[in-house]
Every structure is written in C-alpha cells, then in structure tokens.
C-alpha cells in the first residue's frame, strides 16, 4: 500500500503542473494566476476540499501532445463557508482548449451544481473547442453545446452561478460567462467574443483588435455583456467571495447528523488490513472500523447473505446505509441443516436479496447509501442458476437504480462484470464516486479475460487453418494479459472519468462526509418506486 500511495502522490503532485514549468512561466508572465492559485485562493483557507476528475486524460491524446487533467481543474470546496463546485481552465494545456475529456469533465461538474443544489463558479480561460478535434467535441448530445444547455437548466432550478473572465473567453464559449447570474471580468488578460479580430476581418473585412473587440472597458462600459472589470486575478477572485457571502440559506433535505466520534480503529489500520494479494481473503468490517463513527456499527441480517455486510452506522456524524461486499469465505446454512462454502467477493442469492430488502429500508428511512466495492460478480454454475441468481440479483439492481437517497461508491479492490453494476458503479448514478489505489475494474479479472480472449484467438486462427504451439499460445496469453491488465488500472478508469478520481483510502470518511454535506442542500427527494420486482 506504501507503494501505492507514494505512485498516488507522484502522480497527483504531477496534476499541479499542468501543461509544464516553461507553459506556466509564460502564463505568469501574463499577471495571470494559474488555475490551482486561482482555486485555493478562492477557497476558504485551511478547509478541506476534494478534487472532482483528478487524472482525467491520463495518458490519453498523446499524439496532441495529452491533456493532463483534462485541461481543467474541479473541486468540491467551501468558499465563504458555503459548499461549492468550482471550474477552473487551465490555459497551460492547450490554451485551455477543450478536448473530448474537457467536455465530459465540465458536465460532471454541472452534474453535481445540479444533483446538490450547490453554487457553480466558472474561472474562464480557455481557447474553446480543440480543432483538429472537433468531430468529437462538438455535435452530439453529450458534447459541448450540453454545457450552455445546463447553465439554462441550472438557471431555472434557481442554483446559483458565477463566471469571472480571466483570459480567452471565445465563439460558443463566450455563452457559459454569460447565462450565469454573475459575469466579471479581468481588465487586460480578459476577453469575451463570438469572433476574435482575425475571423471578423476575414469575415466582414473589419480592422479591430481584441481588446477593443471584446475587452472588459467595451463589455463593462458599452454592451453590458459584464458586470464590472477588475484589474486582477485577486480582485476579481474577492468580488466572487464577496459576493457568496449575501447568499441566503436553502432548504435542506434533512439527513440525520449528530455529533462526529472518531473510528474504532485508526484510518491508517486500513493499510494493515487491506492485503497486498487480491485473492487473500480478508474481513470488511476491519476496513469499515477504521471509516465509520466508533460505537455506530449496527449490521442488517449479519447470519444471513454473508457476503455482503448491510448496516447501518454514522460516518462524521451522518447517518448511512452501508452495502460492502465481504472477503471472507463464509459458511451459509441452508435447509435441511446442510452448509454450503461461499466465496468472499461474490454475491450470492442470499446476499443479492438481503441487499434489495436493506436498500429498499434505508430509501424508506432517508438514510444516504454508501458502498464498498470488491466484488468478482454473481454466483455462477448449475447450482446458482437452477436457483435463481439471475432475478435474485435483479431484484437487487432493480432497488439499487431506483434509489432515490443519495449515493455513494468507494472501489476498494475488484469491480469486475455485473457486480460493478449491482454495487453501485458510475452507471447507476452515485453522487461521488472514487477508487483507491488497490482498486481494479473490468468485465472480468486479466486472468479470466486473458484465457477467454486465447480460447477466441486460438478459434479464429484455426479456422485458417493455423495451429499454435504451446510456446505461442503462452506468448500470446503474455501478451493478451499485459494490454488488459492496464485497462485494469483505477488510473485508466480515472482518466475516462469512470470514477471522480483515485484516492488515499484515509480521505474516504472526509469525502463521505463533504458529498452528504452537499446532497443535504438538494431537499427534493422523490417518491421512492422501485417497479416490479423479481419474486
């Protein structure tokens, strides 16, 4: 786990850098602040706050030479004492130019203004869409125009936002300043239009420069496309906190909290008790000692769907459901006095049923869900099939989707196949979701898959009349397994935004803790109707 951590830590302190040394020089040179300066001097100082999509495009568009951390930076964080998400471009990568990425990230930002209720705040400076790019950016329904779609959407829920212009502001982009309640602007590095000179000249053949075209003095003083214009990152930056600090309060939805206790056991122990082999069994409720208030454990069926451990506790005071999956092979009692050996990390019917019942309790309750993730799949075989695993585990599915308490998923080790999709993964909505560093997911371990893919291989080749020796087969099983095995990784998993980011299994009970927080200042929860539900 040191290894892991210390590769987390490399890898994060990596993010602060954005597009490099010499590209962040340069921006500097500009009177500019850079997109992390921007956000901690934002934010309130010595709060915590947790980084939403850290490593998006990790290792991705290497041919455009990459865009580290998609390009911008996101974080759930209390400006004036009041949660927000913040966005910050960050020019150094590509001039801020939207990749692909870019555009998934911004709407897992809004996402989350929307799911919480909580304020947005766009720190603007970027060139817009990536060019050579733009077939994947552009048109679709999940792509750039999606993002103006909700600072509309986000204007009719009445949540608020506030955009400060602090570099390039252009063509479509020029639209987010402006649909949110409060445009500022950076006299000097600050420029908001739908055609910079160049374009207007070859256009309509107009001799203009930018500043004069779409500068803070002719959009604060003629076209009132801004507010006011401010002559620095820092001034700019204190008008948006000065303006946080008139927000009236909100409703909220009302989730039980009471006084924090810390764990049982020290955040650390997780460490100790997470082994380094990912087919070592071990015991869940250690881990969960060390995240949930000490003394606040109450377990649901504990006897039965052993598999899966269902209770109810606190974490920093918070009321949860939690839903984890266990990794201690177990015995299940079945009638006629008889016992069966079940493998820890799979779910069962017992378990997939005890699961439904608690979700469907907890979603009654209010009571937010928290699941741990270390789960290889259903049951398989004869056995399970005959006895109905297929519609035990979509009753289970069935209650998890239809939840309408808030969500939330940590991968802690596998997250392979339906499993992902029963415990909570990124399709079914969880407010946050992380992984930490052990974490793998995929539709079936490298093991597995890498056996499978040979059998399909060797198939294929036969047909051509083509015959492996046993030295080519392990040749390319060796090979099979390595390209899936990096697909297997969390940081593969976050730079697609599958997950919000990889995290220091420490800062779980932190992050569970701020999400409730938020999901809190959302106080419309639906009727809850699961459907029809498999018997």
Request: aromatic letters at 8%; glycine letters at 10%; charged letters at 25%.
């Amino acid at each position: 786990m040191e290894h892991l951590l210390e590769i987390l830590k490399q890898k994060t302190e990596k993010l602060y850098l954005g597009g490099g040394l010499d590209k962040i020089q340069k921006h500097k040179e500009k009177g500019k602040l850079t997109a992390w300066e921007r956000i901690k001097y934002l934010l309130d100082p010595d709060s915590y706050y947790t980084e939403i999509g850290a490593f998006a495009g990790d290792n991705m568009y290497l041919n455009d030479g990459g865009c580290p951390n998609g390009g911008v930076v996101v974080v759930l964080g209390y400006v004036k004492k009041r949660l927000c998400v913040i966005v910050s471009n960050d020019a150094t990568v590509k001039a801020g130019a939207w990749f692909p990425i870019t555009g998934k990230k911004n709407l897992r930002a809004q996402e989350i203004a929307m799911e919480n209720h909580l304020p947005i705040i766009y720190l603007v400076d970027s060139a817009g869409v990536y060019l050579p790019m733009q077939d994947e950016i552009f048109p679709d329904k999940e792509h750039f125009g999606r993002i103006f779609r909700n600072n509309a959407k986000i204007s009719a829920m009445g949540i608020p936002q506030i955009s400060a212009i602090m570099g390039s502001c252009v063509a479509g982009g020029a639209y987010l300043p402006i649909m949110s309640d409060y445009a500022l602007i950076v006299e000097g590095t600050g420029s908001v239009f739908l055609a910079g000179s160049y374009l207007v000249k070859s256009s309509i053949g107009e001799l203009i420069d930018n500043e004069s075209l779409g500068g803070a003095t002719p959009h604060s003083e003629i076209s009132g496309v801004t507010d006011n214009k401010y002559p620095n990152d820092e001034s700019c930056l204190d008008a948006i906190r000065n303006i946080i600090d008139k927000f009236g309060d909100t409703p909220k939805a009302g989730f039980s909290r009471i006084r924090s206790k810390l764990p049982l056991l020290a955040e650390e122990e997780i460490y100790r008790n997470l082994p380094e082999d990912r087919l070592k069994p071990y015991n869940m409720l250690q881990l969960l000692n060390s995240i949930v208030d000490e003394g606040s454990l109450e377990e649901y069926k504990k006897d039965y769907g052993k598999t899966i451990v269902c209770a109810l506790a606190r974490i920093d005071g918070w009321a949860v459901g939690i839903v984890a999956n266990q990794r201690e092979v177990v015995k299940a009692k079945k009638p006629g006095g008889t016992q069966e050996m079940q493998m820890g990390g799979v779910i069962y019917s017992d378990s997939a049923d005890k699961a439904a019942r608690f979700i469907m309790n907890c979603n009654q309750q209010k009571i937010p869900l928290v699941f741990f993730q270390d789960v290889t799949g259903f049951m398989v075989g004869s056995r399970s099939e005959h006895g109905g695993i297929i519609k035990d585990g979509a009753k289970m599915v069935n209650a998890m989707a239809n939840s309408v308490v808030p969500k939330f998923t940590f991968i802690v080790g596998n997250s392979y196949g339906a499993g992902n999709y029963a415990m909570c993964g990124k399709a079914y909505d969880p407010r946050l979701i992380y992984a930490w560093p052990t974490a793998q997911m995929a539709v079936m371990s490298g093991a597995s898959a890498g056996k499978t893919l040979l059998q399909i291989q060797e198939a294929t080749l036969k047909g051509r009349g083509v015959e492996l020796s046993e030295n080519e087969k392990n040749n390319l099983l060796s090979e099979i397994e390595k390209k899936y095995n990096e697909q297997l990784s969390p940081y593969y998993a976050a730079a697609r935004l599958w997950v919000d980011g990889v995290i220091n299994p420490k800062e779980t009970r932190k992050i569970i803790s701020m999400g409730i927080e938020a999901a809190n200042h959302n106080p419309d929860i639906p009727k809850y109707n699961v459907g029809v539900i498999q018997t």
